[in-house]
C-alpha cells in the first residue's frame, strides 16, 4: 500500500467434482474468500465461479484447453473491471438476428466460442454433461426467447425444475419428458453465455449401468436464442 501496489487473489481453474458441493467441501472452499477479506485483499470472485467441467480441460485437472482458457481470461477480465471502476472497457454487443443451434453437429457448432458441458455431438444431438454453457461471440440480448428441442431426459431429472438463463438471472421450468420447451428471459448486464443446469446429472458409470462416466442430464437437438423487444408481450405457450 505505501507504494500503491494493490494486491488482489485470483483462484486456479478446478474440475467440478460432484464431492465439491457436499457441506465439507463448501466450508472448505468459502473460507478462502475469507481468508483473503482478513488480509485485506479482494478475490476475484470465488473458487466456486473457477470451477469447470471435466470436457473443458486438456490433459490435467489444472490446466484448460485453449477456448475453454479464453472463457476464464474473459471472466477474470470482468471481475478485474468491477474492482476498477475507473476502468472504460467498451461491452460486447449484443445479439441482434436470431441464432438457430444444430447441437448435433460433431464438431463446431456454427455461432458459438463454446459449448462447456455438454457432451459430444451425436446423430440425435447432444447430452448436458454437469452444468452446460453455451458461450456466444456476442452478448446476450437483455430480453430474449429460449427455445429448445428435449429429445431425453435422464434419470430423475424430469422430477425437479431445471435452471436456465444467465447467471444472476436462471429460471427454473420443470423438464418431464422429450417435447419442445420455450422460455421468456432476461438478462443484466451484458453476459455472453447462457446457464443449463438439471436438477440431477447422474452418471450411469456410478450407477452400476455402464462405463459412461458423464453426468447426464438433458438430451437436446435443437437450441434457439432469438431477441425480443423491451416490451414485447410474453408469448411462450
Known sequence: RERNIRVLAAFPPYLDFRAYRNSESRAFFNALPRFYRRLG???LGSPYDSMFPKSMFLDSPYHLHADAADVMTR?????????????RVRPPERLQTTLHLDLSQRRHVPGLDLLSGFGDGEDWGRWTDGRARIELR??????????????????????APTLIGSDGNLQPILIAGAGDICMDLRTTGHPTSLLIAPPHPESPAAQGLNGDTRELGIGLSQVTIEPLPAAAPAACP
Open 138 to 159: 456476442e452478448a446476450l440480448p437483455e430480453r430474449f426467447r429460449f427455445t429448445a428441442r428435449v429429445v431425453h431426459v435422464y434419470g430423475g431429472n424430469g422430477q
Open 75 to 87: 471472466q477474470i477480465g470482468d471481475r478485474l473491471v468491477k474492482l476498477m471502476p475507473q476502468a
Open 41 to 43: 485483499v479482494p478475490t
